[in-house]
């Protein structure tokens, strides 16, 4: 007798963004990567790493941002409880709600086709057609894929942002 196929986890594909503007950022962002292939999914794609100004607040220093792409059997709650453990963890501090410098930032950016809107979780992100540090790396691991918002995929998204924020590559991948 075959064994039941009732116990597979299905998998959600899930976008991350990641930056980093406080220490060593590139360790940061390599270690939020290793953290959540142990503890939240299998790491399936990564874009490169882009070197940004800090987006809605000033600072000293420059942000690394990045766009992973994870398959995760975590649902949204769970998966948001993995990223504030893992920003903990890193040396993330959280004071209030403005804008600040930090080690680590991971936001959840889109969960396949579904949407949340929750007091602590809006999925897809709402300021993704906004920001080209998010939309820069986003499109290239995955162009085509489409906002279920918007309808509109991200290649379009990127040709219609404002954002006039400079980008420079740092590295085309992170060796990890």
Same mark, same amino acid.
């Given at each position: ?13 899930? =976008?991350? *963004? ?13 270690? $939020?990567? !290793? ?10 794609? /990564? ?5 940004? %100004?800090?987006? &809605? =607040? %000033?600072?000293? @220093?420059? =942000? ?7 398959? !995760? *059997?975590?649902?949204?709650? &769970?998966l948001l409880k993995k990223i504030n453990s893992i920003e903990k963890r890193l040396g993330r501090k959280r ?7 930090? !080690?680590?930032?991971?936001? +959840? ?5 579904? @949407?949340?809107?929750? +007091? ?6 709402? $300021? ?12 290239? +691991? $995955? ?6 918002? !918007?309808?509109? /995929? ?6 219609? /942002?404002?954002?006039?924020? %400079?980008?420079?590559?740092? $590295?085309? @991948?992170?060796?990890?």
């Open positions: 007798m075959g064994k039941s196929n009732s116990n597979k986890q299905l998998l959600s594909e899930v =976008f991350l *963004g990641l930056g980093s503007n406080i220490g060593d950022r590139e360790a940061f962002l390599k270690r $939020a990567i !290793t953290l959540l292939r142990a503890e939240a999914g299998n790491v399936v794609q /990564c874009s490169s790493v882009w070197e940004t %100004e800090p987006w &809605g =607040f %000033e600072a000293e @220093t420059s =942000f690394l941002n990045m766009v992973v792409a994870i398959n !995760t *059997g975590l649902k949204p709650s &769970g004071n209030g709600k403005d804008y600040q410098s930090r !080690t680590i930032d991971i936001d +959840i950016l889109f969960w396949g086709n579904v @949407t949340v809107n929750e +007091i602590d979780l809006i999925i897809p992100h709402p $300021a993704i057609a906004d920001r080209l540090f998010v939309l820069v790396p986003l499109n290239e +691991i $995955a162009p085509d894929f489409s906002d279920p918002l !918007t309808g509109m /995929c991200i290649s379009e998204l990127l040709d219609r /942002c404002g954002d006039k924020s %400079e980008m420079r590559l740092f $590295a085309e @991948t992170l060796l990890i």
